[in-house]
């Protein structure tokens, strides 16, 4: 510290010693050089913390939540674990990285609401509060949807039950939550392959119609809070069809929605391009904002070849299945980072119709991926690999905002 404070003396003294030898048989001189030594040492000290705070701000961590602020909110989905910041990785990057999260599964209908009168809030209040301290919104997953419903109500006959507990669950559990949250996935994957309307309990209890009441009750308890369908495939010409009159048919009866979530697994070396582009054109020309909701990139190969996302669905593992195990190759993780930096690109050319990018997962590890629809394989979706380390497709997509 010494030496550098005499470095500094000598360039901010420089110019005072030329004039010093006049001075020196001044009596003054002695008490002049104190002066300037003190003054020198006052502006050696702003520039020493100035150099400190600069030095900091260039190597402040780069995070894709400042990249992107003036044009999308980042999001990822957390578990837990993550909720209550046990997780001691994730608890410092999400704040640092994302500015929304979803709950990956605690705000499913079996979680929070698992019995008749039982709702389990404990965890959703967490998330609020999460939230809130590291001003993150949050995407509440999901009120209505055919998976993950609690057991008393999975066989349930009769109709009007089924009413009541459609109507029960939305007020009760929308309206708890309004002004909390900042969006609510109101009916999540209602649609077939096809475009048609899934064969679910609410379907075959309710009729068509009970996706429009979803959002007319949410409507009622949640006026504060935005209000959006979400699928997966719904890029794809005729499940992006449905999707298109499904909200037709919500506008039409003079219900709200805000915006769809396009949930995006797609496959890192077959990312529909085209059909995502012509989708944001299609679904904001009905007045509502897109989000990309689940985004992951998988890497591995798909029994049915195919971008479904169905929970459901199942397949036996084999080592071939798993060809990664140890590591990621190069030439994978170039069409990962490559596919990654195509769909960035295509976000950022049409920012002002897209409301949100959303990963599902913090990281490698965490990824439903790796047990889906085989258990026990490892896949490389995201931006962050296994040990938090930001992969090269992260670099790709910060680049991007240079
Ligand atoms: O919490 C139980 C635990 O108590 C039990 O011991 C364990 C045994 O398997 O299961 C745990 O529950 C699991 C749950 O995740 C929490 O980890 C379920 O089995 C498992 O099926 C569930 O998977 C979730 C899946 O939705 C089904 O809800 C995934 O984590 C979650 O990533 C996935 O997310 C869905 C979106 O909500 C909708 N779009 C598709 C997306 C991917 O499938």
């Given at each position: 510290m010494h030496y550098v404070l005499d470095m500094w003396m000598n360039v901010i003294l420089g110019h005072q010693r030329q004039n010093d030898n006049n001075l020196k048989n001044s009596k003054c001189f002695f008490m002049i050089k104190n002066k300037f030594h003190n003054l020198?040492?006052?502006?050696?000290?702003?520039?020493?913390?100035?150099?400190?705070?600069?030095?900091?701000?260039?190597?402040?961590?780069?995070?894709?939540?400042?990249?992107?602020?003036?044009?999308?909110?980042?999001?990822?989905?957390?578990?837990?674990?993550?909720?209550?910041?046990?997780?001691?990785?994730?608890?410092k990057l999400i704040p640092e990285q994302f500015s929304a999260v979803t709950p990956e599964n605690i705000m499913k209908a079996e979680v929070i609401h698992p019995k008749w009168d039982t709702y389990n809030f404990d965890l959703a209040d967490k998330l609020v509060a999460y939230g809130k301290k590291y001003n993150i919104k949050i995407n509440a997953h999901t009120l209505i949807w055919h998976s993950q419903l609690p057991a008393f109500m999975r066989h349930m006959k009769d109709a009007d039950s089924v009413k009541q507990y459609f109507t029960d669950h939305i007020k009760t559990v929308a309206s708890r939550y309004d002004g909390k949250v900042f969006s609510w996935d109101v009916v999540n994957?209602?649609?077939?392959?096809?475009?048609?309307?899934?064969?679910?309990?609410?379907?075959?209890?309710?009729?068509?119609?009970?996706?429009?009441?979803?959002?007319?009750?949410?409507?009622?308890?949640?006026?504060?809070?935005?209000?959006?369908?979400?699928d997966y495939n719904i890029e794809q010409p005729k499940k992006r069809a449905g999707a298109i009159a499904l909200i037709k048919k919500i506008q039409a009866a003079g219900v709200r929605i805000d915006g769809v979530g396009i949930q995006g697994h797609w496959r890192a070396y077959n990312i529909p391009l085209k059909d995502i582009e012509e989708s944001i054109i299609e679904f904001s020309a009905l007045g509502i904002k897109?989000?990309?909701?689940?985004?992951?990139?998988?890497?591995?190969?798909?029994?049915?070849?195919?971008?479904?996302?169905?929970?459901?669905?199942?397949?036996?593992?084999?080592?071939?299945?798993?060809?990664?195990?140890?590591g990621l190759p190069d030439s994978m993780q170039t069409k990962l980072t490559k596919g990654y930096e195509d769909l960035f690109k295509l976000f950022l050319k049409y920012k002002d119709k897209i409301g949100r990018i959303t990963f599902w997962g913090v990281n490698d590890g965490q990824s439903w991926l790796n047990d889906w629809p085989i258990r026990g394989r490892t896949n490389y979706p995201l931006l962050f690999d296994r040990n938090f380390k930001p992969k090269p497709a992260f670099d790709a997509v910060i680049k991007l905002k240079k």
């Open positions: 020198g040492i006052i502006v050696i000290c702003i520039l020493h913390f100035g150099c400190a705070s600069a030095q900091k701000t260039i190597s402040k961590t780069v995070s894709l939540r400042e990249s992107f602020k003036k044009y999308f909110l980042i999001g990822t989905a957390i578990n837990v674990r993550q909720i209550e910041e046990k997780d001691t990785n994730a608890a994957e209602a649609l077939e392959e096809d475009g048609s309307m899934r064969k679910s309990i609410f379907l075959e209890k309710l009729g068509p119609d009970f996706v429009t009441e979803a959002f007319r009750l949410a409507q009622q308890a949640a006026p504060n809070t935005q209000l959006y369908y979400n897109v989000m990309f909701t689940e985004l992951d990139l998988g890497v591995l190969p798909n029994p049915w070849d195919s971008d479904a996302a169905d929970v459901n669905m199942k397949a036996e593992y084999s080592a071939k299945m798993n060809p990664y195990a140890n």
